[in-house]
């Protein structure tokens, strides 16, 4: 290797590369996506888990007029048609779990109890049907069981002709 002490002094003479400097522009859109990113989970926890998780919690904002009419509605008790001893099994549950339920129904008046009484045997029939449908889990979750009352309701009110279910309410309600 029989450099001469000329060439040695061009090979350091070269400008040496620089390391690139880091867009700017770069970076902005990277931490303007983690803020939407966050923005966006925050959102999904407070108006999707938290409704969920603590139900109570969430309140929705109501005027007083309307809650002190609620409070009215809920003083008047109206007539109460009773179904007792309803048992099933639940879904999947293959015969090693049963459940055991008693429904009243709220209507309005007699008339409509009347009504009731005449379609009993379809009513106990969809009732069987649908509590027969649901898992031992959906028999559980608090959730579950006020889409089951809404259901069981609508199902009744099908069945009439006519809405005259007010409320149904679960009298008893065993899991085994």
Known sequence: MD?????????????????????????????????????VAVALVYFVIVPRVWPDKVKKSEPKAEVKKEKKEKDELGVIFTISDLTVNPKDSYGRRFAVFEVALEVENESDKKELERYRPIIVDQFLDYLRSRTVAQLTIELDIQKMKYDMSQRVNEIIGKDVVKNLYFTRFVLE
């Open 3 to 39: 450099k001469k002490p000329n060439e040695m002094v061009e090979e350091n003479d070269q400008p040496q590369q620089e390391e690139p400097k880091p867009n700017r522009t770069k970076w902005m859109l990277i931490m303007g996506l983690l803020a939407v990113q966050l923005v």
